[in-house]
T-cell receptor, first 115, second 112 residues
Framework: DSGVTQTPKHLITATGQRVTLRCSPR?????VYWYQQSLDQGLQFLIQ???????AKGNILERFSAQQFPDLHSELNLSSLELGDSALYFC??????????????FGPGTRLTVL | SQKIEQNSEALNIQEGKTATLTCNYT??????LQWYRQDPGRGPVFLLL?????KEKRKERLKVTFDTTLKQSLFHITASQPADSATYLC???????????FGTGTRLKVLA
């Protein structure tokens, strides 16, 4: 158990809908990272927040948005869902803002299925 | 374009042998490279990090090498066990950007 929690574990929804994925980082960790993992594309970095502020942005679609709240939990919002958005979404956390000294701890993931 | 490549074919080896996994990258100059283990349906777990000025890093039965001239990292598991069966991912951070790039992973199966 990494100490990172994600809810829900599974989510099934229809195309065009909007969903929110939630992540609670390990106690004391200030950074939260979001990743998407699909069979054909592997693990793709979406976005990082550090202490409430956006730190780095990866291949995140405009239909997706995220935020980190004062209590450091984070939410990833996915809207106008398409079939291709079906994937495992992982959250990770780390103590600092990134870099080689900063190990990322991954949560168990949320499996999103868009029908 | 920038790319990380890992052998997408599964690697099957006999218990007790050394498994060697390869990670090649192009058009990056990473300051460090990481290796993760991922079991089916679970999040990746960090294993080892090696910096650009380190040729080799060891942790118990694991060994990682980093050749910045070849743009390649090798990941070795010695005396492999069936419990080592998993997918192994390499990852790097594009220098100074805090953006992490992961390879697609190599699935290792250790046969008893």
């Amino acid at each position: 158990d990494s100490g990172v929690t994600q809810t829900p574990k599974h989510l099934i929804t229809a195309t065009g809908q909007r969903v929110t994925l939630r992540c609670s980082p390990r106690s004391g960790d200030l950074s939260v990272y979001w990743y998407q993992q699909s069979l054909d594309q592997g693990l793709q970095f979406l976005i990082q927040y550090y202490n409430g502020e956006e730190r780095a942005k990866g291949n995140i679609l405009e239909r997706f948005s995220a935020q980190q709240f004062p209590d450091l939990h984070s939410e990833l919002n996915l809207s106008s869902l398409e079939l291709g958005d079906s994937a495992l979404y992982f959250c990770a956390s780390s103590v600092a803002s990134g870099g080689f000294t900063d190990t990322q701890y991954f949560g168990p993931g949320t499996r999103l299925t868009v029908l | 374009s920038q790319k990380i490549e890992q052998n997408s074919e599964a690697l099957n080896i006999q218990e007790g042998k050394t498994a060697t996994l390869t990670c090649n990258y192009t058009n990056y100059s990473p300051a460090y490279l990481q290796w993760y283990r991922q079991d089916p349906g679970r999040g990746p777990v960090f294993l080892l990090l090696i910096r650009e000025n380190e040729k080799e890093k060891r942790k118990e039965r694991l060994k990682v090498t980093f050749d910045t001239t070849l743009k390649q990292s090798l990941f070795h598991i010695t005396a492999s066990q069936p419990a080592d069966s998993a997918t192994y991912l390499c990852a790097l951070e594009t220098s100074g950007t805090y953006k992490y790039i992961f390879g697609t992973g190599t699935r290792l199966k250790v046969l008893a």
